[in-house]
C-alpha cells in the first residue's frame, strides 16, 4: 500500500504529526503543575525540583546538535522509531516515583524531544513536499494547543484521579505514535537520504559561524526568548499556588 494513495495512510501520518506536536513541549510545560505532588511524594523541597524542568533544555542544547549526524546515518524511519521509543521508556520511567527514575525519565524525554524539533522539518519536508507549509502549520499548531490543552485539563484530572494519572497520559502518548509509526513505515520510502545542509558546509564552517554577527542576533534573540518562557513555564505555577 502507498500511503500517498490510501486515505488510511495518509490519515495516519496526519494523527502522528498531530501526536508529535503535542509531546514536543508538553512532558517538560506540564510537570510544573504537578511539582507540590511530587515533592510530597519524593519527600523533598518543591524548589530541589527545578532540575526536572531544567534537565530538558540541557539535553536540548547536548542532542540537536547531532540529530542530522544520526538521521544521516540511519535513515529517516529508523530515527523516527528510536527517537519515539526514547519518549516513550523516558515516560514510563517516570512513573515509577523516585527522584533517580525522574531524572532519568525526563532526561530521555529532554533528548527525544531535541531530535523531534529537528526531524520533524525533515518529516514534512520527504513526505508532504507540496504543503510543506500546511503541514508544518498543523504540527506547530498541535505544539501550541497541547501546551494550552495540558494546561487546562491537568488540574480537573489531578482533583479527579490524582497527579499521577497525568504521568500516564505523557506515556500514552508517545506509545501511540511508537504503534501507529510501526504500522506506516513498511509502506513507506526511505526518503531522506542527505541532509541539505550539508550543501552549504563550504560556505561557512563551524568557526565562521561564531563570528558571523546575523548567527549572534538570532542566538541572542532566541536564547532570551527561550528563557523567558521556560523560566515562566517553570515557576508561574508555583507563584500562582503561593499566591
Do not use: C
Not at 523533598?44 to 546515518?73: D, N
Amino acid at each position: 500500500m502507498n500511503w500517498k494513495k490510501g486515505t488510511l495512510g495518509a490519515s495516519g501520518i496526519l494523527v502522528l504529526v498531530i501526536l508529535i506536536g503535542l509531546m514536543l513541549r508538553t512532558p517538560i510545560t506540564t510537570l510544573p503543575l504537578m511539582l507540590g505532588d511530587l515533592a510530597n511524594k519524593l519527600e523533598v523541597s518543591k524548589s530541589s525540583l527545578g532540575i526536572l524542568t531544567t534537565l530538558p533544555l540541557i539535553m536540548f542544547m547536548l542532542f540537536s546538535s547531532v540529530a542530522s549526524t544520526i538521521l544521516k546515518k540511519w535513515g529517516f524511519k529508523k530515527s523516527l522509531l528510536g527517537t519515539l521509543a526514547i519518549l516513550l521508556v523516558g515516560s514510563l520511567l517516570r512513573l515509577i516515583v523516585t527522584m533517580p527514575t525522574m531524572i532519568i525519565g525526563t532526561s530521555l524525554i529532554g533528548m527525544g524531544i531535541a531530535y523531534l524539533n529537528v526531524y520533524m522539518p525533515s518529516f514534512v519536508t520527504a513526505y508532504f513536499p507540496s504543503n510543506i507549509g500546511l503541514y508544518t502549520s498543523v504540527y506547530t499548531f498541535s505544539m501550541m494547543f497541547g501546551v494550552a490543552l495540558f494546561n487546562v485539563i491537568t488540574a480537573p484530572i489531578m482533583v479527579w484521579d490524582g497527579w499521577w494519572s497525568m504521568l500516564i497520559v505523557f506515556a500514552i502518548t508517545p506509545l501511540l505514535a511508537l504503534i501507529i509509526w510501526l504500522f506506516l513505515m513498511p509502506h513507506l520510502s526511505e526518503e531522506i537520504h542527505e541532509p541539505q545542509v550539508e550543501v552549504k558546509k563550504e560556505a561557512m564552517s563551524n568557526d565562521q559561524i561564531w563570528v558571523n554577527k546575523k548567527a549572534w542576533a538570532f542566538l541572542i534573540m532566541f536564547g532570551s526568548q527561550s528563557i523567558l518562557n521556560y523560566t515562566f513555564t517553570a515557576w508561574m505555577p508555583s507563584l500562582m499556588a503561593y499566591h
